[in-house]
């Protein structure tokens, strides 16, 4: 793998300009945006910059909808994690800003300052696998081997661990921080009217992109992954700074994205560091979740996340039990106290990629109450909709009754109508129904992520550009018509060559 840092700028642009960086979000694969992002990427090349194509900025950030936002569940109950999908000509002019070279070299060396201190690691570094493997796959197995692991390591120095993170971290990122950041404090206020400075630059951008909101950056894309990471590296060296001047020496701290991990030899050097780091947050708009804070003496068990813990004690139970009903039934146990977590997500995959044929008789004749706790499940965990919807194809291919599925695909439906802000659920059942049913005919879907997959609507507004130069083809028709019935273990799965993580 090679970091992001050491690209050049052209090959920067290149990799913020893939697909699957623009929008990391899990979707069918029909959904494509490389088409949106060439063609704003020749209309931005031919205008020379995005002045030239808009109206005013003053239409531009009047304008609500410009990228196209929806929610996702974090715990099946009432917290909701906002994902944005920029408007493609807004990501790639921010991407050339970004990019050119004098900006990027600036950037690089700026991280290099953000890293002077080798007791605070940032772990969550942007690597590129050059094999080629799924972006996401090589970003939770850099999760795993530089935090998790080295999590461990840090037994044979220190005696104690605090685990914490940032309560809604990109939504609360004031936009003048990242200023702060590139800049320094007090030279960025001093020329907060600066428009050639970079840092105003990308303000102004994320600003007007987001209905003139300076709080929140969009979430959903490695571009913002990277923004969020210039914040918080400057957040490292702010603190880095203040442990220093209190003369607190013996201590390592690892931090992916927002998530912290804190070492030392004491409680009472523990509490210090976090009194100091909630405090440098706060200046930044940013807090500490103190439900998720906690002090550990057992550092190699607290570096463990508690469902992988817990999953351990009862995956021998799971892999051994032959009734699906039952195998269902342990999952629900699980999700019911760790909801959304990436341990069901795995042994949701582990069961999507079983052949089903062994489960027919059961399948057949307790359909209904098999789908009922599967659902129960979905609607716990929407990350994991993936997994749930191709188990729902291989179960809809052995019920092999069009009657009997669009009576269970309606009671679905409507289960589902209850639940607010369900665009994600509707685009990966869409795709579950895609070959058993007329999506068309038989399915009132209601967010526009879902309606583009049959009408040829718009999901982005493009109000503020100066002439309707944009236009909108986010659905791969071939590949929707080349699609099975049943969703592929190669669609969803991140880690065909991928085993380490236990």
């Known amino acids: 793998m090679k970091k992001l840092l050491l690209l050049t700028n052209t090959d920067a642009k290149i990799f913020f300009m893939k697909e699957e960086n623009y929008c990391n979000v899990d979707l069918p694969q029909y959904f494509s945006f490389k088409n949106v992002l060439n063609q704003a990427d020749m209309i931005l090349t031919k205008k020379k910059e995005l002045v030239n194509c808009i109206k005013s900025w003053e239409a531009l950030k009047n304008t609500e909808n410009a990228n196209y936002k929806f929610y996702s569940n974090k715990d099946g109950n009432y917290a909701w994690r906002p994902f944005e999908i920029i408007h493609p000509l807004l990501y790639v002019d921010l991407v ?23 007791k605070i690691t940032c772990c969550s570094d942007i690597y590129i696998d050059l094999k080629n493997k799924k972006q996401k796959a090589t970003s939770i197995q850099s999760w795993w081997s530089n935090f998790e692991q080295q999590s461990i390591n840090m037994f ?9 993170d940032i309560v809604g971290c990109y939504e609360s990122i004031y936009t003048h921080s ?3 950041a590139l800049h320094e404090k007090q030279y960025a206020k001093e020329h907060r009217k600066d428009k050639d400075l970079l840092g105003n630059i990308i303000d102004r951008r994320i600003q007007c992109m987001r209905y003139d909101q300076t709080n929140g950056i969009p979430q959903g894309s490695l571009l913002m992954d990277f923004i969020a990471e210039i914040v918080l590296g400057y957040a490292d060296k702010l603190l880095s700074k203040r442990l220093q001047e209190l003369q607190i020496n013996n ?37 500490l979740n103190t439900n998720k804070t906690g002090i550990y003496s057992d550092i190699v068990n607290g570096s463990v996340k508690e469902e992988k813990l817990f999953w351990l004690r009862r995956k021998l139970q799971f892999d051994q039990e032959t009734n699906f009903q039952k195998k269902l039934f342990i999952l629900k146990s699980f999700s019911d106290t760790y909801s959304n977590s990436g341990q069901l997500k795995k042994a ?7 052949d089903f044929a062994k489960y027919s008789f059961e399948i057949k004749n307790n359909y209904e109450t098999i789908c009922s706790i599967l659902c129960a499940i979905w609607l716990q965990n929407p990350s994991s909709y993936a997994q749930i919807a191709t188990i729902y194809t291989k179960i809809f291919d052995i019920i092999n009754s069009s009657t009997k599925i669009k009576k269970l695909i309606n009671k679905l439906l409507n289960k589902f109508k209850t639940s607010p802000n369900n665009t994600y659920f509707e685009i990966w059942m869409q795709r579950a129904l895609l070959k058993f049913i007329d999506i068309k005919k038989e399915s009132n879907f209601q967010s526009k992520l879902a309606k583009v997959v049959y009408s040829p ?3 982005w507004d493009s109000s503020w550009l100066k002439t309707n130069m944009f ?3 986010i659905i791969d028709s071939e590949k929707m018509e080349s699609m099975g019935k049943i969703i592929t273990f190669e669609e969803f799965c991140l880690f065909n060559d991928y085993s380490g993580e236990f």
């Open 457 to 459: 609507i718009n999901i």
């Open 178 to 180: 990242i200023a702060w």
């Open 156 to 164: 044979l120095e220190f005696d104690v661990m605090a685990k914490t």
């Open 471 to 473: 236009k909108e083809n």
């Open 251 to 287: 201590y390592k701290i690892l931090r992916y994205r927002d998530d912290y991990r804190i070492f030392t030899k004491s409680t009472e050097d523990i509490n210090i560091i976090l009194k100091e780091l909630s405090s440098i947050l706060s200046d930044l708009n940013l807090k």
């Open 96 to 118: 050339n800003q970004i990019t050119k070279f004098e900006n990027w070299e600036y950037i690089k060396n700026k991280f290099q300052g953000f890293k002077a201190n080798k």
């Open 348 to 354: 949701l995959t582990d069961l999507s990629k079983e």
